[in-house]
């Protein structure tokens, strides 16, 4: 069983950065690609950036320009620069991952990670 690990999370004001950090507990050469959930309070579930295994990315409107993903495919890792926080991206941020991309795009993803919290409040 691969277990993913989040961090990076925590408080921080309007207009500021958090960068977070995802890794697999183990190399698994099935996983091609990664992505990035978030979850606020009330509201569902919804994808913020997801990245292929050849280095193809995808984000949600609401954060292009703002977040940046990538990964580092030796270490099965995967990172979110979020840059110009604003307080609607507060939620709990969940990292999966799985061989196809389409299945992060679809948030049915095999491994999904425990979730960080990222707080944007002055």
């Known amino acids: 069983q691969v277990q993913l690990v989040e961090s990076g999370g925590g408080l921080v004001q309007p207009g500021g950065s958090l960068r977070l950090s995802c890794v697999a507990s183990r190399i698994v050469f099935s996983i091609n690609a990664m992505g990035w959930y978030r979850q606020a309070p009330g509201k569902q579930r919804e994808l913020v950036a997801a990245?292929?295994?050849?280095?193809?990315?995808s984000y949600a409107d609401s954060v292009k320009g703002r977040f940046t993903i990538s990964r580092d495919n030796a270490k099965n890792t995967v990172y979110l620069q979020m840059n110009s926080l604003k307080p609607e991206d507060t939620a709990v941020y969940y990292c999966?991952?799985?061989?196809?991309?389409?299945?992060?795009?679809?948030?049915?993803?095999?491994?999904w990670g425990q979730g960080t919290q990222v707080t944007v409040s002055s």
């Open positions: 999966n991952a799985d061989r196809l991309l389409l299945k992060i795009l679809r948030g049915t993803a095999d491994y």
């Open positions: 990245i292929g295994s050849g280095g193809s990315t």
